[in-house]
Nanobody, 117 residues
Framework: VQLVESGGGLVQAGGSLRLSCSVSGTLVGAKTMAWYRQAPGKQRELVASITNSANTNYADFVKGRFTVARLYLKNTLYLQMNSLKPEDTGAYYC????????????WGQGTQVTVSS
């Protein structure tokens, strides 16, 4: 299983970005898909997740601003980020957790998001 993120970049505060995560192979057996982020000098933290039942979960610091979605036909996970703040700066990672098939947890290489003030 390979995960490839894209869509990061430099944006001004208040702007928007949409991150994409393309997953090789099938998503059958995937229990959850999620986005994490890691700022310099800080631990990686959960941003948003979505289950195979389409239940979503958001960190308090992104509620109302970010939206997670997945498109199984394209094996792709998205993160729409609106009203970006400088504190949203960091590397964003895609994560998929399988409970069947290729059981385990898989990570992408990350995509950098930089929000200028």
């Amino acid at each position: 299983v390979q995960l490839v993120e894209s869509g990061g970049g430099l944006v001004q505060a208040g702007g928007s970005l949409r991150l994409s995560c393309s997953v090789s192979g099938t998503l059958v057996g995937a229990k959850t898909m999620a986005w994490y982020r890691q700022a310099p000098g800080k631990q990686r933290e959960l941003v948003a997740s979505i289950t195979n039942s389409a239940n979503t979960n958001y960190a308090d610091f992104v509620k109302g601003r970010f939206t997670v979605a997945r498109l199984y036909l394209k094996n792709t996970l998205y993160l729409q980020m609106n009203s970006l703040k400088p504190e949203d700066t960091g590397a964003y990672y895609c994560n998929v957790r399988f409970i069947a098939g290729p059981i385990g947890e898989y990570w992408g290489q990350g995509t950098q998001v930089t929000v200028s003030s």
